[in-house]
């Protein structure tokens, strides 16, 4: 690889249809302002890089990216790419992810409205972001340990899974399919609406009015805080571990849980059974 150190570049497609580069200690600032530095590239590699101008990697095949800094000012920093390795690396402008694919991400820190729009195949590790419609319309996502704030998050993505993350999210999977989340906490309001194929195992879940309208929902083992209103029109399988506040018109499947404050039916195609287990054993249908 041919490798530039202790640089800093302004201009416009600064290093446009590179191959086979290794950018390290590099600036992409100045007064020139230019766009587009890495347009067009493969086999990159940026490490210990300070990026503060716009759309840094667009079509760019093969991406490594280490322990640099994408500020605010790095809008859409990476748009139409794939095979791309982010590790240790702040990403700090709006749009920072999109219409991307195979990309993998660890021990990065997140700033950034509207990241990941359309990416197709992510794992991230480690990571902690916020954001606003984090992630709309991906596929195929594999999260582990990932600190996540925002609202909006994961409308609309399809077969995902999440584990030992920590979400704090309103309007969370809204419309997402085919997607699993396991030992992570979720807190927000109104979790998961018009899904379909959404699981949650061994979770906590915090939040008002959450899983309504949902198809092949399946809840294992699950804690749920603050919940009112719950399973509005939907189709579940619920084993619940904590009382809830209220239950509303389930539209089919069983939920099963120690206690709940109001059982709410008042429409005649709300014909999920709820089953109240009492510590001291036995079950009651409700």
Not at 72 to 86: G, K, M
Not at 124 to 132: F, I, K, V, W
Not at 257 to 277: C, F, N, Q, T
């Amino acid at each position: 690889m041919t490798r530039i150190t202790d640089k800093t570049f302004d201009e416009e497609r600064a290093l446009y249809g590179s191959r086979d580069i290794w950018v390290e200690n590099c600036a992409f600032d100045g007064p020139a302002d230019g766009e587009s530095a890495f347009k067009e590239c493969r086999n990159v590699k940026a490490e210990h890089c300070f990026f503060n101008l716009r759309y840094p990697f667009w079509h760019d095949h093969g991406v490594q990216i280490r322990d640099s800094e994408m500020t605010e000012n790095c809008r859409a920093a990476l748009w139409y790419s794939e095979q791309i390795e982010i590790t240790g690396t702040k990403l700090h402008g709006i749009k920072a992810l999109r219409e991307c694919s195979d990309v993998k991400m660890e021990d990065c820190h997140i700033l950034s409205p509207e990241f990941g729009w359309s990416v197709r195949g992510l794992t991230m590790r480690r990571c902690t972001a916020e954001s606003e419609y984090f992630m709309l319309r991906a596929e195929n996502l594999r999260f582990s340990q990932v600190d996540f704030k925002g609202k909006y998050s994961f409308q609309y993505i399809r077969d995902a899974l999440f584990e030992n993350c920590k979400f704090d999210t309103k309007d969370a999977f809204w419309h997402a399919q085919n997607v699993t989340v396991k030992n992570s906490l979720v807190k927000g309001e109104y979790l998961g609406w018009y899904s379909d194929g959404l699981t949650l195992e061994n979770c906590k879940i915090i939040g008002t009015q959450p899983l309504c309208y949902c198809k092949n929902l399946k809840l294992i083992h699950c804690e749920m805080l603050e919940a009112d209103l719950c399973f509005e029109k939907s189709e579940v399988q619920a084993d619940i571990t904590t009382p809830v506040i209220s239950i509303k018109n389930p539209r089919s499947g069983c939920i099963r849980l120690p206690a709940v404050g109001e059982i709410i039916r008042d429409e005649e195609e709300a014909k999920g059974e709820v089953i109240l287990r009492p510590a001291a054993g036995g079950c009651v249908c409700a």
